[in-house]
Structure formats: structure tokens, C-alpha cells
């Protein structure tokens, strides 16, 4: 089974079991959280397509801990205008273990 859900604006292809890092959410570590945007839930050959969620759909995870990702350098240039910017960014993210899927 195997279900796609959106969470901070971006969409996840999970199965139970597996471990993905999303948008940091306000979840204590070893919380459960219930995840209930649901786009789509398959099953073998069955797949139901929400419009734009499936009712009654859900997927339980297990927070297991939040960081913070590399750092993505952003460089800005005017060639012969004598300016130059640095900059850097690193995206909170926590890590979710996916434990059910329901509907």
C-alpha cells in the first residue's frame, strides 16, 4: 500500500515504514502525527485519486527527530556594475517514519 501526501506545499509518495524529511512541523520527537491531506491511496491494482483529497483518508508517522539541511549558497552577480552578493540558507526539516495508512 501506498499512498501520496502533500505537507509544507510539496508532495510525498510514502508506504508504511519508510522515513522522509519534510518542511519542519511543531511536533514534539517520538510524537505521533496525523497527516490528512491524502492526494491519492493505492493498493495493488486499485488506486483511488482524491479531488483534491480522498475522504476519510490518512496516514499516521512517528516523529523521529528535526535538523536542519545543507547549506545552499546563493551567489548574485552585475557583470561591470561592481556588484556581487553572497548569501546562505539551511531549511529546517524534520524526519517522519511512516507507521499507517488509513482509507
Known amino acids: ?5 502533500k505537507s509544507g506545499g510539496k508532495q510525498y509518495k ?7 524529511k519534510v518542511e519542519q512541523l511543531a511536533a514534539e520527537v517520538g510524537a505521533s502525527v ?6 491519492l491511496v ?6 483511488r485519486l482524491g479531488q483534491p483529497v480522498v475522504a476519510g483518508a490518512s496516514v499516521t508517522a ?5 535538523g536542519r539541511g545543507d ?8 557583470r561591470r556594475k561592481h556588484y556581487q552578493k553572497h548569501q546562505g540558507h ?9 507507521e499507517t495508512i488509513a482509507g
Open 42 to 47: 493505492g493498493e495493488g491494482d486499485s488506486v
Open 62 to 66: 512517528t516523529v523521529v527527530s528535526h
Open 1 to 5: 500500500m501506498y499512498a501520496v501526501i
Open 14 to 20: 510514502v508506504a508504511p515504514g519508510e522515513k522522509l
Open 71 to 78: 547549506k545552499v549558497k546563493i551567489f548574485k552577480m552585475r
Open 90 to 98: 539551511r531549511q529546517n526539516y524534520t524526519e517522519l517514519k511512516i
Open 34 to 39: 496525523v497527516l490528512d491531506q491524502v492526494l
